[in-house]
């Protein structure tokens, strides 16, 4: 595993925003193994998981594994979504698609949350994966930089551990219903090649450009 070597200042150390920001930044790819949670009431109704790999600029591939295989991919240009079982893959525009701006996908392209979160609050939340960690509430900020409006406004919160590392992200989709992701065994500066990034359909395969389907990570809004 490569590790980023990092200097933080006094001020830095106490702060684990600073320091997820200091441990991010700098790394130019990243892969982490997955769980995936599907929630409606409070209640997990399902759950995937797999191996995503992130690599700049804005690049990003989720391999899930269980309960079956597919994959989400983001080339740069396009968002897409590959299921082996149905022999299709959908393509959208990355731009379209609201995954392009969360605290997942700015993984890709710089870790500066004033540029992403138009707020940014701490929060207590209850049943912390790990602990001695810390959870933070985040509204996204609109294309234009300013708090997104509507259903869009709900906030998505994180949590890091003291050491600034990235264990859980949830996100409220409305009517009860929310997708919550928990990462473990971060590698910093894994050597990946390009070519992960692109995706050549099979022989067979049909494209389909339009909404992505509903699964973990790829919801448009």
Same mark, same amino acid.
């Given at each position: ?13 106490t702060?684990p ?14 892969s982490v193994i997955?769980l995936?949670?599907f ?5 997990v109704m399902?759950?995937e998981?797999?191996?995503a790999?992130f690599?700049?600029?804005?690049k ?6 269980k309960p079956?295989k597919?994959?989400?991919?983001v080339?740069?240009k396009?968002?897409w979504?590959?299921a ?6 959908t393509?959208?525009p990355?731009?379209?698609?609201e995954?392009w ?6 993984l890709?392209s710089g870790v500066?949350?004033?540029? =992403?979160c138009?707020?940014l609050?701490?929060?207590t939340?209850?049943g ?7 959870a933070?509430s985040? =509204?996204?900020k609109s294309?234009d930089?300013?708090?997104t ?10 949590e =890091?551990?003291?050491?600034g590392?990235?264990?859980r992200?949830k996100m409220?989709?409305g ?9 473990r065994?971060?590698?910093?500066n ?7 990034? =692109?995706?050549d359909p099979p022989?067979g395969?049909a494209?389909?450009?339009g909404l992505?389907?509903?699964?973990a990570?790829t919801?448009?809004?």
């Amino acid at each position: 595993m490569l590790c980023v070597v990092y200097r933080a200042s006094a001020e830095a150390t106490t702060d684990p925003l600073r320091l997820f920001e200091l441990r991010y930044q700098p790394a130019r790819s990243l892969s982490v193994i997955f769980l995936e949670r599907f929630l409606e009431n409070g209640q997990v109704m399902r759950e995937e998981a797999g191996k995503a790999y992130f690599l700049r600029p804005g690049k990003m591939r989720w391999e899930y594994e269980k309960p079956e295989k597919n994959l989400f991919l983001v080339d740069g240009k396009y968002a897409w979504f590959y299921a082996p079982a149905d022999r299709t893959v959908t393509r959208v525009p990355a731009d379209k698609s609201e995954d392009w701006r969360t605290p997942i996908a700015f993984l890709t392209s710089g870790v500066k949350l004033s540029r =992403i979160c138009a707020r940014l609050e701490r929060e207590t939340w209850e049943g912390a994966s790990q602990p001695n960690s810390f959870a933070y509430s985040c =509204i996204l900020k609109s294309q234009d930089g300013s708090s997104t409006a509507g259903n869009e406004s709900r906030p998505i919160y994180f949590e =890091i551990t003291g050491k600034g590392e990235l264990t859980r992200l949830k996100m409220d989709e409305g009517a009860g219903q929310g997708l919550e992701f928990s990462f473990r065994q971060w590698e910093w500066n894994p050597p990946l090649d390009k070519s992960m990034f =692109i995706f050549d359909p099979p022989p067979g395969v049909a494209i389909v450009n339009g909404l992505l389907p509903e699964v973990a990570g790829t919801r448009p809004r």
